[in-house]
């Protein structure tokens, strides 16, 4: 979601003379080992370990993306490094780490990975320092597979590092974006605070990860050793490499009956500007009724390409890159955006918007550094009926896919959406019938994927077996209001600030649920974060009655809450409003959560929920925190709990039924054991 943290007014818990600092355990909170390691962390000679989303891939089995590479974790590799983490504490370089650990190197030393599968192509996922007064630097990263130094890739940290308040600023010494704020550091508000508080700088620095790839130029075997190592004088004082995903990438996709864009006098060098070209191949294409196809290579193109009834195709994302500059744009442009670049957009949905368009087989290389929510620098944008998206690589623009409806009948699939500013997919306003599937997130500035109905419902929509992994703000996935919305069958990792693994809030504005919103066979994994206005934290599944009361029923069946960071359930409405809105009926089926920092459900509203087959083990405190709307009335708090049967771990214990007051503001945290099989 764009938008703007607001300071808090109120906190959705009892209000105190004292302030409270962060819990002492949040800092030590772990990030267990992976249960599929073989050998210890580090360890010489150990064997490849295989994860997904730092786990046990038999523990996710059937859900998240399906994808062509395969993750290993730095800390489960051979290195002379220092392992970082684990840690859950917000602005940390463990915290964005997938899994919550990496491997931090110096000058002169390496990770070194054994391939799982042949492989020819390598993704590395690293962070290294900003420059001291901000704007990033480039540093080597040397490339070796079985002892004979192959590539040296060039790492940037252009495009990481911000600091501030939202929506945040590339500059490490500036000071507060918003002293009339309340903010959790100094529990006040600064601009109105005798003597003023003092506030270190860089404050609150995030978004540190970057990634590339890299072609190897040959397979290698299975079992052959790539060697990642930060070389002697490097520019960088440190280089933390956090994983490695290793791939076997196809051969080159052709197309011989289409508009070629070279003959429409596009540069693959990616010298000259081609966006006047992919326009001329388009309109031919569509007079001819042909597909434009986009062959190997790099393509400048430093505006919108504006789409409609029309299939572009590239050789495959690994081969066929669009990648553009960030322009000032002389005056604003009516839609309010201070810059343009590269993007596919369909047109506005006030002029009919487009259709039949069909994007596939290319990557889109944009060149976002800092967050300006009017401007439209997104990878995908406008709105597309009756169209595909499908194969793509988006890195490193504003959002990877803003649809602003209405339009209906998209499908958003296979696609690898990483290194973004703000969201990687917002439905934003009438998007109906649609659906996102089997498609790769990470790295995203704010939600990973959200649908937010904005003065038109969505309706009809599913986000269906997609992967979303340490988003540095927000939540992994987010329904905000609609009709008839299906969340099923995805992984979510590793939120760090904010947000939680699933949320379903009435807030931004957003029209109210209505029909049916069903959470259906997902998982999280080390989800829930601390919520820096309210100093609390959340659930790795979190329902947030903000604008309005949720009236419609939510049904969470067959999801898994695993290692969660404070709860695994929470429902809540915000202190100014807890007596005007409730959640009226949320139930919960045949659920499984394993290990949480607090409590299994912690409600902080009026309302109601129903428990049926939930087992828990593992839990950190009382299993039910019930707060209701802090009323603490005789006749006890204002959620209700009912038991359907089946809730095995003692968690959901008789004398909790059906709503006794069990009242912890901030109950201490206790980590959790990592996960392992049921």
């Known amino acids: 979601m764009f938008r703007s943290l607001t300071p808090a007014r109120g906190r959705p818990g009892r209000p105190s003379g004292t302030a409270v600092a962060l819990a002492a355990g949040l800092a030590v909170l772990v990030a267990g080992p992976t249960a599929a390691a073989a050998s210890p962390p580090g360890s010489a000679g150990a064997q490849p370990v295989v994860t997904r989303a730092a786990l046990d891939p038999a523990l996710v089995a059937g859900r998240g993306a399906d994808v062509d590479f395969l993750e290993q974790e730095a800390e489960n590799a051979r290195t002379n490094g220092e392992i970082i983490g684990p840690d859950r504490s917000a602005y940390t370089l463990p915290a964005e780490a997938s899994g919550r650990r990496a491997v931090r190197l110096t000058p002169g ?25 901000g704007g990033g630097i480039t540093a080597p990263l040397k490339v070796a597979v079985n002892g004979k130094h192959l590539r040296t890739m060039t790492l940037t940290s252009q495009y990481s590092w911000l600091y501030n308040q939202y929506p945040f600023t590339n500059d490490p010494q500036a000071g507060l974006l918003h002293p009339d704020w309340w903010i959790t550091e100094c529990q006040c508000v600064p601009s109105a605070t005798t003597p003023s508080p003092s506030i270190d700088k860089p404050f609150r620095p995030t978004h540190y990860y970057d990634e590339q790839r890299l072609l190897l130029g040959r397979t290698y075997r299975a ?19 956090d994983l490695l995903d290793s791939e076997l990438v196809a051969p080159p996709h052709v197309r011989l009956l289409a508009a070629n864009v070279l003959a429409f006098g596009a540069d693959p060098t990616g010298r000259r500007d081609s966006a006047d070209a992919l326009d001329r191949a388009i309109a031919f294409a569509r007079r001819a009724h042909l597909k434009v196809y ?18 572009i195709e590239g050789a495959g994302n690994w081969y066929t890159t669009i990648k553009g500059r960030e322009v000032a744009l002389p005056t604003p442009a009516p839609d309010g955006s201070v810059h343009t670049g590269v993007g596919f957009y369909g047109r506005d949905a006030a002029d009919g918007g487009s259709r039949n368009v069909h994007l596939s087989g290319f990557a889109i290389e944009g060149d976002v550094r800092e967050r300006i929510d009017t401007d439209q620098v997104n990878a995908i944008g406008g709105a597309m009926s009756d169209s595909t ?40 306003t009438g998007v109906t019938d649609s659906l996102v599937s089997h498609n790769f997130v990470r790295n995203t500035g704010d939600d990973g994927l959200a649908m937010w109905s904005e003065k038109t419902a969505n309706a009809r929509n599913t986000f269906d077996h997609n992967t979303v992994q340490s988003p540095t703000l927000a939540n992994g996935i987010a329904i905000y209001g609609g009709t ?6 995805n992984l979510v990792a590793d939120p760090v600030r904010e947000g939680s693994g699933l949320h379903a809030g009435a807030r931004f504005g957003a029209e109210p649920f209505t029909g049916y919103l069903r959470f259906t ?32 029923p939510i049904e969470v069946t067959g999801d898994a809450y695993l290692d969660n960071t404070y709860n695994a359930i929470m429902l809540v409405s915000d202190w100014p409003v807890k007596d005007l809105y409730s959640i009226s009926e949320a139930r919960f089926r045949d659920v499984r959560v394993d290990g949480t ?22 839990v950190g405190a009382v299993g039910v925190n019930n707060c209701g709307s802090f009323h603490f009335t005789p006749a006890g708090s204002e959620f209700t709990l009912t038991d359907l049967g089946g809730n095995d771990g003692g968690w959901l214990a008789p004398w909790l039924l059906p709503n006794t007051i069990t009242c912890d503001d901030r109950p201490p945290v206790s980590p959790p054991p990592p996960p392992a099989q049921w």
Request: negative net charge; hydrophobic residues 45%; without cysteine.
């Open 109 to 133: 030393e390496y990770v070194e990975f054994v391939l799982p599968s042949a492989a020819n192509g390598i993704t590395v996922r690293y962070s290294i320092p900003d420059a001291p007064q």
């Open 223 to 241: 079992g052959d050793k790539v060697r990642l190592t930060a070389p002697p004088g490097s520019a960088a004082a440190w280089t933390v490499i």
């Open 389 to 428: 998206i499908d194969g793509l690589y988006l890195h490193r623009t504003k959002a990877g896919l803003w649809f602003d409806g209405p339009m209906r009948n998209v499908r958003v699939t296979n696609n690898i959406i990483v290194d973004q500013i703000a969201d990687a997919l917002n439905f934003h």
């Open 597 to 618: 920092g607090t409590s299994v459900v912690s409600a902080r509203a009026a309302g109601s929920a129903s428990f049926a087959n939930v087992d828990a083990r593992n």
């Open 484 to 489: 008839d919305t299906t969340v099923s069958h």
């Open 294 to 311: 986009i062959p190997p290579g790099t393509y400048q193109v430093n505006r919108h390409i504006i789409v409609d009834d029309v299939t």
């Open 521 to 552: 066979n997902n998982t999280t994994a080390r989800a829930g974060t601390y919520e820096l206005n309210w100093n609390i934290g959340l659930g790795a599944i979190w329902v947030f009655a903000l604008d309005r009361s949720i009236e419609a």
